[in-house]
């Protein structure tokens, strides 16, 4: 039996209150007001990630603006999808031939074909993955408009 295995057996082992000593040590705070398998999961996470190292930072940052949007009683996730009218016309000048994409109530149209996303679209004019909203130059733009 692995070491890491028998970790997680004594953790199964324990009362709620081991449990929440054994948090205390972990994370050097008190453990919040959760039920024992969240805490069995936090705490072998927190063993976890000494070995393996932590999140990385752009994860970690991402995680403090959830936390941040949740307690001004904002939508955990930021709203930054592109909205786009039917009817809006994108165009874009691609090796020499220009391409015009129309917006409609589900989906888009480009040559004559419905697809169901700028990613596919952009992805059929260029022969490879391509992130439509950026072949458009919508992400680009959204970017601009910050301080």
């Known amino acids: 039996m692995s070491t890491r295995r028998g970790e ?6 324990m009362t709620p209150a081991q449990l929440r000593a054994e948090w205390r040590t972990c994370w050097r705070r008190p453990a ?9 999961r936090g705490i072998a996470w927190k063993r976890q990630s000494r ?10 940052r ?4 959830v936390l941040k949007r949740l307690s001004e009683g904002r939508a955990a996730v930021a709203d930054d999808r592109i909205s786009l009218k039917p009817g809006t016309r994108l165009v874009r000048e691609w090796r020499g031939t220009m391409h015009q994409v129309v917006v409609l109530e589900s989906g888009y149209e480009h040559a ?15 022969g ?3 992130s439509g909203p950026r ?9 601009s408009q910050r301080p």
């Open 8 to 13: 997680l057996e004594e953790l199964e082992g």
């Open 32 to 40: 919040p007001e959760i039920g024992p398998d969240l805490l069995r």
């Open 51 to 60: 070995v393996h190292g932590d999140l990385p930072l752009h994860v970690r």
């Open 62 to 65: 991402e995680l403090d603006a």
């Open 112 to 126: 004559g074909r419905h697809y169901s996303s700028l990613t596919q679209v952009a992805s059929a004019i260029t």
């Open 128 to 130: 490879v993955h391509w």
């Open 135 to 143: 072949f458009f130059d919508l992400k680009s733009r959204k970017a």
